[in-house]
């Protein structure tokens, strides 16, 4: 049994488990203890915090170009990329984050549009407004014009809930639709709305008695993946207008 307690003891204080010889240094706590009937050296463990992801794993140091201590990696898909310090202020840095997060999921849906809309009509999509019936059966005028409205109201809409949340939870529509309670942020997170209008699929919650109950588990996986594919969408519309610029589409850069 001696035996046994020491060889845990010893394996436990190993530096595979603790992560290396700095981590086993940093993280156990030498206290004596009897083991069959000598003392022998016993250590207490304590969990560490995961350590900050950089954008540069490879370069230690560097100040606040490589560890900017404004970005605490609290946020999804925060790497502590702040070159500029754009995010000291943490007014701005929650703007810039709601930015981000806006720009890309439109980019996303741009994205797959330039695809199908090139593959379905043939017309290069910086091309398609002046031909917008090729497309879909609208003239450019009731596409602008429907455009202005809708997004117009909407985006307000988001503007002022960004500043004063949860405000704009009011009953909009019909009486019966309960847009107030349809619509409201289920998962208390801006920018991340959830509900039965928002998650149908139940992505990152369940329903249960007709109430959406978000999973916080699942919600911060999709976070991250979202966002995730938000800058590579973002960095992919960057290269449609570059291609676009010489003539060519996606899809002929492809050789399709």
């Known amino acids: 049994m001696a035996s046994t307690s020491a060889a845990l003891v010893s394996g436990l204080g190993s530096t595979f488990l603790t992560g290396g010889n700095k981590s086993q240094a940093l993280l156990s706590v030498l206290v004596t203890a009897r083991v069959g009937g000598a003392l022998a050296p016993k250590r207490f463990f304590v969990v560490a915090a995961a350590p900050k992801k950089s954008w540069i794993p490879a370069v230690k140091g560097g100040g606040n170009f490589i560890d900017p201590e404004w970005l605490d990696g609290s946020l999804p898909g925060d790497y502590g990329f702040d070159p500029l310090g754009l995010g000291k202020d943490p007014a701005f840095l929650k703007w810039?984050?709601?930015?981000?997060?806006?720009?890309?999921?439109w980019a996303m849906a741009a994205v797959v549009g330039i695809f199908v809309g090139?593959?379905?009509?043939?017309?290069?999509?910086?091309?398609?407004?002046?031909?917008?019936?090729?497309?879909?059966?609208?003239?450019?005028?009731?596409?602008?014009?429907?455009q202005l409205l809708l997004m117009g109201w909407v985006e307000s809409k988001r503007?002022?809930?960004?500043?004063?949340?949860?405000?704009?939870?009011?009953?909009?529509?019909?009486?019966?639709?309960?847009?107030?309670e349809n619509f409201a942020n289920a998962t208390s997170e801006q920018g991340y709305p959830g509900g039965k209008f928002f998650d149908p699929l139940g992505l990152a919650g369940t329903l249960k008695d007709g109430v959406y109950i978000?999973?916080?588990?699942?919600?911060?996986?999709?976070?991250?993946?979202?966002?995730?594919?938000?800058?590579?969408?973002?960095?992919?519309?960057?290269?449609f207008y570059f291609e676009a610029g010489q003539g060519k589409t996606p899809l002929g850069a492809l050789g399709l």
């Not at 810039?96 to 999921?105: C, D, N, P, Q, V």
């Not at 978000?214 to 938000?230: F, G, M, Q």
């Open 118 to 146: 090139q593959a379905w009509s043939g017309i290069p999509w910086f091309e398609a407004g002046a031909a917008p019936g090729a497309v879909a059966p609208f003239s450019f005028g009731s596409l602008l014009g429907t």
């Open 159 to 180: 503007w002022v809930d960004f500043f004063n949340p949860d405000s704009q939870s009011v009953e909009w529509a019909t009486p019966w639709s309960r847009t107030a």
């Open 96 to 105: 810039y984050r709601e930015a981000e997060l806006i720009h890309g999921r």
């Open 214 to 239: 978000p999973d916080t588990e699942k919600l911060e996986r999709l976070k991250l993946a979202e966002i995730k594919h938000a800058r590579i969408a973002m960095l992919a519309m960057l290269i």
